[in-house]
T-cell receptor, first 114, second 117 residues
Framework: AQSVTQLGSHVSVSEGALVLLRCNYSSSVPPYLFWYVQYPNQGLQLLLKYTSAATLVKGINGFEAEFKKSETSFHLTKPSAHMSDAAEYFCAVSVNTNAGKSTFGDGTTLTVKP | GAVVSQHPSRVICKSGTSVKIECRSLDFQATTMFWYRQFPKQSLMLMATSNEGSKATYEQGVEKDKFLINHASLTLSTLTVTSAHPEDSSFYIC?????????????FGQGTRLTVV
């Protein structure tokens, strides 16, 4: 079984500041890990994914995440926040043979202040 | 990337009626699709796994007779909410993995906002 914990349901940063969204996972098998972004009344857009290749994963819109097995973490970062980054972010985990079936964290709402 | 299309994007129905939501994989074949439900300000909860040519697998606590799933082809799965009630109002999202692409990524539909009045 897999589970995901996103620390902090709400994160607020100033425009231009570092974005850090935390995600810890639990999995009995090697996991696939994902970060998605969701804008109001829309589906999910994949930001990046970890599938057992490089531990530092670069995604779209300047986001990246580092897989740390020892810490069971997959935190999402962006060096400089933009107003358009304001959205809901979900971390998800799945087993490596069934990426379509994912377990999601509770989500983190990112607010960007001007 | 692969595209998953959901229809309709929004639907309002009267209490007691049924509503069908379609999920299509436009440029790949999906033997398995997944249906999620999302309440306001909450995460996605997996409802069921839709299997092409066979019965869906429902998660614990999901009523099979209320949420009918049909996966008649490799590119189409439907979710029918039967005898809808206001508490069924929610955001429903489907996803599918392209097994031909190594099954390492799930592609999500745009979601369907169901409001039962």
């Amino acid at each position: 079984a897999q589970s995901v914990t996103q620390l902090g349901s709400h994160v607020s940063v100033s425009e231009g500041a570092l974005v850090l969204l935390r995600c810890n996972y639990s999995s009995s098998v090697p996991p696939y890990l994902f970060w998605y972004v969701q804008y109001p009344n829309q589906g999910l857009q994949l930001l990046l994914k970890y599938t057992s290749a490089a531990t530092l994963v670069k995604g779209i819109n300047g986001f990246e995440a580092e897989f740390k097995k020892s810490e069971t973490s997959f935190h999402l970062t962006k060096p400089s926040a933009h107003m358009s980054d304001a959205a809901e972010y979900f971390c998800a985990v799945s087993v490596n043979t069934n990426a379509g079936k994912s377990t999601f964290g509770d989500g983190t709402t990112l607010t960007v202040k001007p | 990337g692969a595209v998953v299309s959901q229809h309709p994007s929004r639907v309002i129905c009267k209490s007691g009626t049924s509503v069908k939501i379609e999920c299509r994989s436009l440029d790949f074949q999906a033997t398995t699709m997944f249906w999620y439900r999302q309440f306001p300000k909450q995460s996605l909860m997996l409802m069921a796994t839709s299997n092409e040519g066979s019965k869906a697998t429902y998660e614990q606590g999901v009523e099979k007779d209320k949420f009918l799933i049909n996966h008649a082809s490799l590119t189409l799965s439907t979710l029918t909410v039967t005898s809808a009630h206001p508490e069924d109002s929610s955001f429903y999202i489907c996803s599918a993995a392209d097994r031909g692409g190594g099954d390492t990524e799930a592609f999500f539909g745009q979601g369907t906002r169901l409001t039962v009045v």
